[in-house]
Structures are given as structure tokens and as C-alpha cells.
């Protein structure tokens, strides 16, 4: 085959790859690469009606600072959200004028979240902060992910709820 002709073969997979990545996009496609829930393929399914503890969320972090440090340690990936972060994979686990308490795990209104213990380091052995705990504020979320070394409320705090992109669907997922 010619130079030409692998160039025509390439450009034209190329392009093809290209629509499809746009094609993925509009059509709320994402992919999954971190641990905090299944890898693999993932639709956002526009949410129609309030938040409810248990929804599975899709939700942009602000581009605050605590959002750009958890990035530079590698907590966060690069996406579309605003400050260039990847939207979060997570579980809404308590809603507003909920209380949250943070001691060596995590209670909502005095049940104990389970699988949410508190890590002092990350898995660098750089410490950690958890957050302070207290009450979950108007038009906000408090989100969890069973993942042990999930980067979620239990550091960042609840998050505001005008970041949420919708209900977070497996489409083809895999747990490693």
C-alpha cells in the first residue's frame, strides 16, 4: 500500500474516532478510569425530580481551591467541568439539614455510613483532612463511595448541588 493510501486509512479513522468521542459526549457518554466505582462506560441520565439519598450522581467539583489541590495529588482527573476537572462518580448519602458527623467513620443523623472509614494518609503517605462535619447546608450534597480510597465528602465536604449533571447508568462496567 502506498504512503498515500495508509495516510487516507488513517486520517479517515481518525475522523471517525473523532465523531464518535463528540457523538459520546452530547450524548452524556463517559468513561470511567478511577476505582470510587465500576471502570467502564457510563451514560448520565438527565435527573427530572430533586436529589435523593442512594442516587448514583454524576457531579462537576467547583473549581475551588481544595478541588485544584486534590488535583495536582492526583485525586481528580481532567474533564470538561469548570477549572478543567472530570465530573465525579458518586453515591448522594445525605441531602440538606441533614447532620453529618466525622470521627473514624462517618454517621448521618447518627447511623453509621457504612464502609466510610476515615483515612488519616493517602495512598502516598501524604496526610489527609477529613472534613469537619455538621450540617449539610441548602443546595448541597454530602456523597459517598464505598471505595476506601475514594476522594469524596468525607474530605471535600458537601458539594454544591449546581454541579450535578444527572444520575450516573452503567452502561459496560467492570469491577477490577
Same mark, same amino acid.
Given at each position: ?16 474516532? *473523532? *465523531?464518535? +468521542? @463528540?457523538?459520546? &459526549?452530547? #450524548?452524556? !457518554?463517559?468513561?470511567n478510569l478511577t476505582l470510587s466505582e465500576p471502570l467502564g462506560i457510563w451514560r448520565i441520565e438527565p435527573?427530572?425530580? +430533586?436529589? &435523593?439519598?442512594?442516587? &448514583? ?21 481532567? @474533564?470538561?467541568? *469548570?477549572? @478543567?476537572? *472530570? ?6 448519602? +445525605? ?12 454517621? !448521618?443523623?447518627?447511623?453509621v455510613l457504612d464502609a466510610s472509614r476515615i483515612r488519616k494518609s493517602d495512598g502516598q503517605g501524604r ?6 462535619? @455538621?450540617?449539610?447546608?441548602? #443546595? ?16 471535600f465536604g458537601p458539594i454544591s448541588i449546581s454541579g450535578l449533571l444527572g444520575l450516573a447508568k452503567p ?6
Amino acid at each position: 500500500m502506498s504512503g498515500r493510501g495508509v495516510t487516507m486509512i488513517v486520517t479517515a479513522s481518525v475522523s471517525v474516532m *473523532a *465523531a464518535f +468521542a @463528540g457523538i459520546a &459526549l452530547v #450524548g452524556g !457518554i463517559r468513561l470511567n478510569l478511577t476505582l470510587s466505582e465500576p471502570l467502564g462506560i457510563w451514560r448520565i441520565e438527565p435527573l427530572s425530580r +430533586a436529589p &435523593l439519598v442512594g442516587d &448514583l450522581v454524576f457531579i462537576c467539583p467547583p473549581p475551588t481551591p481544595p478541588f485544584q489541590k486534590a488535583w495536582q495529588r492526583g485525586y481528580l482527573r481532567r @474533564g470538561l467541568c *469548570a477549572g @478543567g476537572f *472530570a465530573p465525579l462518580i458518586k453515591t448522594v448519602v +445525605a441531602l440538606p439539614s441533614q447532620h453529618v458527623a466525622i470521627g473514624d467513620i462517618v454517621k !448521618i443523623d447518627g447511623v453509621v455510613l457504612d464502609a466510610s472509614r476515615i483515612r488519616k494518609s493517602d495512598g502516598q503517605g501524604r496526610p489527609i483532612t477529613p472534613y469537619s462535619g @455538621g450540617i449539610v447546608p441548602p #443546595g448541597h450534597l454530602f456523597l459517598h463511595s464505598s471505595f476506601a480510597s475514594s476522594y469524596d465528602s468525607r474530605y471535600f465536604g458537601p458539594i454544591s448541588i449546581s454541579g450535578l449533571l444527572g444520575l450516573a447508568k452503567p452502561i459496560l462496567t467492570f469491577d477490577p
